[in-house]
Every structure is written in C-alpha cells, then in structure tokens.
C-alpha cells in the first residue's frame, strides 16, 4: 500500500468494507497463516452466525467462489497477503501491518455489538 496517507485509508476502509474480506483476516490475525480449506468453514460460519458444522456444501462453495475470485486477489493486490490456490495457504505479508490498526478497529466494534445484541440471562 505504497500510496499516501489518505488514500492508503481510503484504500483500507475499502478493503475491510466487505465482512468475508475481514472474517478472513480476522482469522489471520489469529493464526498469521491458513488454508483456504479450513477458513472457507470459519468465514461462511462467522457470516451466517452459525456453528461450523451448520455450514452446507452450498454455503462452503459460495463462500470458496467468493474468496477466490474476488477477496484473495484483491487483497493479494494490495500486498495484505500471498496465498497458493494449489496448496491452499494463505500467509499475510508485511503490508499486513498497514491496516492491522483499522481491523482491529472493526473487530472490537463486532465484538461489542455481539456482546450487546446476546439476550438477557
């Protein structure tokens, strides 16, 4: 994200706008590498708020279209991460870095709200 400070924001609020684009993130965040295979489960899980043995083999293909053909090379482009679609492994790069503040950011907001929105005990 070699740009100015501006649009490198402008750039990142872009990149984390979508929720697949951060649930997957998020989960690299975590681990710093993934396979494909294990997250496509996590993500579609996280989305629908459900367990991840919920998740049907419909979702989990959707879920795959849409990360491989939109959200990994996106965010590929942007120096964020390296990934192998023969392997499956997703790995973050140093460019990472640059918007790990702002994910951070939009994690605790979704955690709060999740904590807010539980019903009475």
Same mark, same amino acid.
């Given at each position: 994200?070699? +740009?100015?400070?501006?649009?490198?924001?402008?750039?990142?609020?872009?990149?984390?706008?979508?929720?697949?684009? $951060? *649930?997957? @993130?998020?989960?690299?965040?975590?681990?710093?590498?993934?396979?494909?295979?294990?997250?496509?489960? +996590?993500?579609?899980?996280?989305?629908?708020?459900?367990?991840?043995?919920?998740?049907?083999?419909?979702?989990?293909?959707?879920?795959?279209?849409?990360?491989?053909?939109?959200?990994?090379? $996106?965010?590929?482009?942007?120096?964020?991460?390296?990934?192998? @679609?023969?392997?499956?492994?997703?790995?973050?790069?140093?460019? *990472?870095?640059?918007?790990?503040?702002?994910?951070?950011? *939009?994690? +605790?907001?979704?955690?709060?709200?999740?904590?807010?929105?539980?019903?009475?005990?």
């Amino acid at each position: 994200m070699n +740009q100015t400070n501006g649009s490198r924001m402008e750039a990142a609020c872009s990149l984390l706008a979508e929720s697949e684009r $951060r *649930f997957l @993130l998020y989960q690299l965040a975590d681990d710093r590498t993934v396979n494909l295979e294990d997250v496509i489960t +996590q993500v579609a899980a996280w989305e629908l708020d459900a367990h991840p043995e919920a998740i049907d083999k419909e979702t989990r293909q959707r879920v795959y279209v849409s990360l491989v053909h939109n959200h990994l090379p $996106r965010l590929a482009d942007y120096d964020i991460i390296e990934y192998d @679609l023969r392997s499956g492994d997703i790995v973050l790069t140093e460019g *990472f870095e640059d918007i790990k503040p702002l994910l951070e950011q *939009f994690r +605790q907001t979704e955690e709060e709200r999740e904590l807010r929105e539980l019903p009475p005990l």
